[in-house]
Protein backbone atom coordinates (compact mmCIF):
# COMPACT_ATOMS: atom_id res chain seq x y z
CA UNK A 1 0.00 0.00 0.00
CA UNK A 2 1.43 3.36 -0.50
CA UNK A 3 0.56 5.94 2.09
CA UNK A 4 0.32 9.75 1.64
CA UNK A 5 1.74 11.04 5.74
CA UNK A 6 -0.52 13.62 7.18
CA UNK A 7 2.17 15.66 8.73
CA UNK A 8 4.50 16.93 5.37
CA UNK A 9 7.59 16.90 8.63
CA UNK A 10 6.15 13.14 9.34
CA UNK A 11 9.95 11.68 9.05
CA UNK A 12 11.69 14.28 11.97
CA UNK A 13 8.79 14.22 13.90
CA UNK A 14 8.36 10.14 14.55
CA UNK A 15 12.80 10.15 14.28
CA UNK A 16 12.82 12.63 17.28
CA UNK A 17 9.97 11.26 18.93
CA UNK A 18 11.94 7.49 18.80
CA UNK A 19 15.05 9.23 20.06
CA UNK A 20 12.86 10.24 23.13
CA UNK A 21 12.35 6.60 24.03
CA UNK A 22 14.52 5.73 26.93
CA UNK A 23 13.55 1.85 26.93
CA UNK A 24 15.17 1.95 23.34
CA UNK A 25 18.48 3.59 24.39
CA UNK A 26 18.34 0.92 27.12
CA UNK A 27 18.39 -1.52 24.36
CA UNK A 28 20.40 0.04 21.82
CA UNK A 29 17.62 0.03 19.09
CA UNK A 30 17.83 2.48 16.43
CA UNK A 31 15.35 3.49 13.45
CA UNK A 32 17.25 2.12 10.20
CA UNK A 33 14.53 3.05 7.99
CA UNK A 34 11.19 5.04 7.98
CA UNK A 35 8.60 5.70 5.38
CA UNK A 36 4.77 6.44 5.61
CA UNK A 37 3.06 3.63 6.77
CA UNK A 38 6.52 1.75 7.17
CA UNK A 39 9.37 1.34 10.17
CA UNK A 40 12.01 -0.65 10.74
CA UNK A 41 14.19 -1.18 13.71
CA UNK A 42 17.59 -2.91 13.94
CA UNK A 43 19.25 -3.74 18.00
CA UNK A 44 22.71 -5.74 18.26
CA UNK A 45 23.04 -8.52 20.60
CA UNK A 46 24.76 -8.37 24.13
CA UNK A 47 24.83 -10.34 26.95
CA UNK A 48 22.25 -7.96 28.51
CA UNK A 49 19.47 -8.78 25.99
CA UNK A 50 20.09 -12.72 26.29
CA UNK A 51 17.95 -15.47 28.03
CA UNK A 52 19.37 -18.08 29.74
CA UNK A 53 20.04 -19.79 26.66
CA UNK A 54 22.11 -17.35 24.90
CA UNK A 55 19.23 -16.01 22.15
CA UNK A 56 17.56 -12.83 22.30
CA UNK A 57 15.16 -12.81 25.53
CA UNK A 58 11.37 -12.86 24.02
CA UNK A 59 10.64 -9.42 25.76
CA UNK A 60 13.71 -7.46 23.55
CA UNK A 61 11.59 -8.90 20.53
CA UNK A 62 8.11 -8.34 21.48
CA UNK A 63 9.06 -4.60 21.88
CA UNK A 64 11.17 -4.31 19.02
CA UNK A 65 7.68 -5.78 17.49
CA UNK A 66 5.24 -3.48 18.77
CA UNK A 67 7.74 -0.16 18.88
CA UNK A 68 8.25 -1.00 15.01
CA UNK A 69 4.87 -1.02 14.16
CA UNK A 70 3.99 1.76 16.71
CA UNK A 71 6.21 4.18 15.15
CA UNK A 72 4.81 3.07 11.22
CA UNK A 73 1.63 4.07 12.30
CA UNK A 74 2.59 7.53 14.09
CA UNK A 75 4.22 7.95 10.64
CA UNK A 76 1.10 8.41 9.26
CA UNK A 77 -0.91 10.74 12.22
CA UNK A 78 -1.49 14.25 12.18
CA UNK A 79 1.45 16.76 14.11
CA UNK A 80 -1.39 17.13 17.10
CA UNK A 81 -1.36 12.91 17.61
CA UNK A 82 0.68 10.71 19.18
CA UNK A 83 -0.22 6.82 19.62
CA UNK A 84 -0.58 4.36 22.12
CA UNK A 85 -0.50 0.22 21.37
CA UNK A 86 -4.16 -1.30 22.62
CA UNK A 87 -3.93 -4.53 21.59
CA UNK A 88 -0.70 -6.64 20.53
CA UNK A 89 -0.59 -10.10 19.41
CA UNK A 90 2.76 -12.14 19.05
CA UNK A 91 3.98 -14.95 17.37
CA UNK A 92 7.44 -16.46 18.42
CA UNK A 93 8.48 -18.71 15.56
CA UNK A 94 12.11 -19.13 16.05
CA UNK A 95 14.73 -18.48 18.73
CA UNK A 96 16.40 -15.32 17.74
CA UNK A 97 19.52 -16.45 17.47
CA UNK A 98 21.99 -13.66 15.27
CA UNK A 99 24.14 -10.63 15.75
CA UNK A 100 21.45 -8.74 15.35
CA UNK A 101 17.37 -8.21 15.10
CA UNK A 102 15.42 -6.37 12.81
CA UNK A 103 12.04 -5.18 13.10
CA UNK A 104 10.71 -4.49 10.13
CA UNK A 105 6.75 -3.17 10.52
CA UNK A 106 3.87 -1.89 7.83
CA UNK A 107 0.42 -0.32 8.20
CA UNK A 108 -2.22 -2.98 7.25
CA UNK A 109 -5.31 -0.34 7.75
CA UNK A 110 -5.14 3.35 9.31
CA UNK A 111 -8.00 4.64 10.45
CA UNK A 112 -8.79 8.18 12.09
CA UNK A 113 -8.82 6.78 15.84
CA UNK A 114 -7.21 2.71 15.06
CA UNK A 115 -4.31 1.76 13.13
CA UNK A 116 -3.51 -2.00 12.82
CA UNK A 117 0.10 -3.06 11.66
CA UNK A 118 2.24 -5.81 11.23
CA UNK A 119 5.59 -6.40 12.41
CA UNK A 120 7.93 -8.90 11.59
CA UNK A 121 11.28 -9.67 13.57
CA UNK A 122 14.20 -11.17 11.93
CA UNK A 123 17.35 -12.66 13.27
CA UNK A 124 20.09 -11.37 11.38
CA UNK A 125 23.16 -14.02 11.63
CA UNK A 126 27.02 -13.14 10.90
CA UNK A 127 26.46 -13.92 6.81
CA UNK A 128 23.66 -12.11 6.67
CA UNK A 129 21.48 -14.30 6.56
CA UNK A 130 18.00 -13.84 7.70
CA UNK A 131 15.56 -16.15 10.32
CA UNK A 132 12.14 -15.15 10.62
CA UNK A 133 11.58 -15.13 14.50
CA UNK A 134 8.60 -13.49 15.37
CA UNK A 135 5.25 -11.82 13.93
CA UNK A 136 3.35 -9.06 15.53
CA UNK A 137 -0.47 -7.83 14.70
CA UNK A 138 -1.28 -4.61 17.02
CA UNK A 139 -3.66 -2.44 16.93
CA UNK A 140 -2.69 1.70 17.94
CA UNK A 141 -4.90 4.20 19.08
CA UNK A 142 -4.16 7.81 18.22
CA UNK A 143 -4.42 10.40 21.11
CA UNK A 144 -4.31 13.66 21.14
CA UNK A 145 -0.78 15.11 22.00
CA UNK A 146 -1.84 16.97 25.33
CA UNK A 147 -2.47 13.91 27.21
CA UNK A 148 1.12 12.97 27.99
CA UNK A 149 2.55 11.16 30.87
CA UNK A 150 3.90 14.32 32.82
CA UNK A 151 0.61 16.25 32.43
CA UNK A 152 -1.25 13.35 34.42
CA UNK A 153 1.32 12.94 37.60
Known sequence: MIFVPRDPAFEQRTRESFLSQGFMHTLGAEMSQLAPGHCELKVGFTDALS???????????????D???????????????TNVTVEF???????????????????????????????????????GSQTLCATALATYMAVDLRYQASEIK
Open 67 to 81: VSGGYAAFSLLPADR
Open 89 to 127: KLNLLSPGRGVHLIASATVLKCGRTLTVCRSDVFAVSKD
Open 51 to 65: QQHGFFHGGVIASLA
